[in-house]
Every structure is written in structure tokens, then in C-alpha cells.
T-cell receptor, first 116, second 113 residues
Framework: DADVTQTPRNRITKTGKRIMLECSQTKGHDRMYWYRQDPGLGLRLIYYSFDVKDINKGEISDGYSVSRQAQAKFSLSLESAIPNQTALYFC???????????????FGPGTRLTVL | AQSVTQLDSQVPVFEEAPVELRCNYSSSVSVYLFWYVQYPNQGLQLLLKYLSGSTLVKGINGFEAEFNKSQTSFHLRKPSVHISDTAEYFCAVITGRVDKIIFGKGTRLHILP
């Protein structure tokens, strides 16, 4: 079974709709991240959470919100979807408990979102 | 501010030929450098990383990269590519205390028969 799962894997929605993307992990990591990937732009950080009570904006947080329901779950919401939010969305996790100053991130398989 | 530049958006190469994917970074502090690979319709997975020590880093699937501090580069190489190496490759950097990775825009590797 995958360590980092994302649901749904694909979603088509209409402008103005509220959408929630969910991420779950069984790695026991405390840190979780949401990225979006657009062709030619690489990955850009939307939000990140270092633990359940610590949530931070990334470089492109406008139009998005997140909820860290538990250490293992981190959901991303689009309150009112717009077409330029059409992208591939990735969740990632990392472990701060190893005492290292860097932490490798482990990625989920992605959610392809299309906003019409 | 730190940044990562991948100089080529696409690299075509014949099967069994060598390949180099270029990555340059800018940072005024110590960095940790990574290469991630994304196979078609999959998430990213770590190919290799440089944290400290030897500047030549070996990763999975026969890839290696060399950290060059004076040139602020971390180019990825493989001496002989295979069709299964078809993927998009992302260079990434972490600086400072916070482990927010900054990704390059990616390089698509096309393996020609």
C-alpha cells in the first residue's frame, strides 16, 4: 500500500464550485505539504504544516485553504474554483524527528484537477 | 533569495548515449541539493541528494550528480540512458533551517530509439 495517498485522483468541476482534495499518510511524519504543478513551471508550494497546530502559507496560497485534521491527514480546499486553478496537485510529507536540518519529502501520486 | 534554474526544458538523447541535465542554484548560505524524478502519471521520487561531504553523489538507476560550489551547479549525469529513463527531472534546493524545497521548472528527458 502507498505511504502517501491522495483522493480523488482526477476531478472535473465547474467555476465557482467548492472542491476539497484530501491527503493521507501512513509514514508517521509530522510535516505535510501541498504543491501544484503546472507545465513549464515546476512545483510551487501552496501551504505547509509542521504539525497539527502549525499551518503556514506557501508562495501561492491565494484562493486556497487547508485543514490539518490529524497528523496523518491534510486537506486542501478551493472555496470557489476558477479555471486557472486547473493543475496537478501533490501532497508531500517529511519527518522532522530525525534531528536533521533537512528532511526528504515523500510525494503522493497527485490529483489532476480541471476547472471548467 | 534562493532559486533554482534548470537550463533545458527538454533534452532528447539516443538510447545508450550519455546525458547531462543541468541545474544551477543561487543562494548566499549553505544549501542542500536534490534531484527528483517524475515518471509519467506518477508523483515525484528522490533520485539523489547532496547534503555535505563528497561532491560526487550517486543515486538510484545509475544516475550521479556533482556539486560544484564555485559554479553553483548540481548537474545530473548518466553514462548510458535507457528507454525507462523517460521522465521529467526536477532539481531542488533547501537552504537554511526550514525544509521548504524550491524546485526548478523541470527538464523532460526524451529517449530516442
Amino acid at each position: 500500500d502507498a505511504d502517501v495517498t491522495q483522493t480523488p485522483r482526477n476531478r472535473i468541476t465547474k467555476t465557482g464550485k467548492r472542491i476539497m482534495l484530501e491527503c493521507s499518510q501512513t509514514k508517521g511524519h509530522d510535516r505535510m505539504y501541498w504543491y501544484r504543478q503546472d507545465p513549464g513551471l515546476g512545483l510551487r508550494l501552496i501551504y505547509y504544516s509542521f504539525d497539527v497546530k502549525d499551518i503556514n502559507k506557501g508562495e501561492i496560497s491565494d484562493g486556497y485553504s487547508v485543514s490539518r485534521q490529524a497528523q496523518a491527514k491534510f486537506s486542501l480546499s478551493l472555496e470557489s474554483a476558477i479555471p486557472n486553478q486547473t493543475a496537478l496537485y501533490f501532497c508531500a510529507t517529511s519527518d522532522s524527528l530525525k534531528g536533521l536540518s533537512y528532511n526528504e519529502q515523500f510525494f503522493g501520486p497527485g490529483t489532476r484537477l480541471t476547472v471548467l | 533569495a534562493q532559486s533554482v534554474t534548470q537550463l533545458d526544458s527538454q533534452v532528447p538523447v539516443f538510447e545508450e548515449a550519455p546525458v547531462e541535465l543541468r541545474c544551477n542554484y543561487s543562494s548566499s548560505v549553505s544549501v542542500y541539493l536534490f534531484w527528483y524524478v517524475q515518471y509519467p502519471n506518477q508523483g515525484l521520487q528522490l533520485l539523489l541528494k547532496y547534503l555535505s561531504g563528497s561532491t560526487l553523489v550517486k543515486g538510484i538507476n545509475g544516475f550521479e550528480a556533482e556539486f560544484n560550489k564555485s559554479q553553483t551547479s548540481f548537474h545530473l549525469r548518466k553514462p548510458s540512458v535507457h528507454i525507462s529513463d523517460t521522465a521529467e527531472y526536477f532539481c531542488a534546493v533547501i537552504t537554511g533551517r526550514v525544509d521548504k524545497i524550491i524546485f526548478g521548472k523541470g527538464t523532460r528527458l526524451h529517449i530516442l530509439p
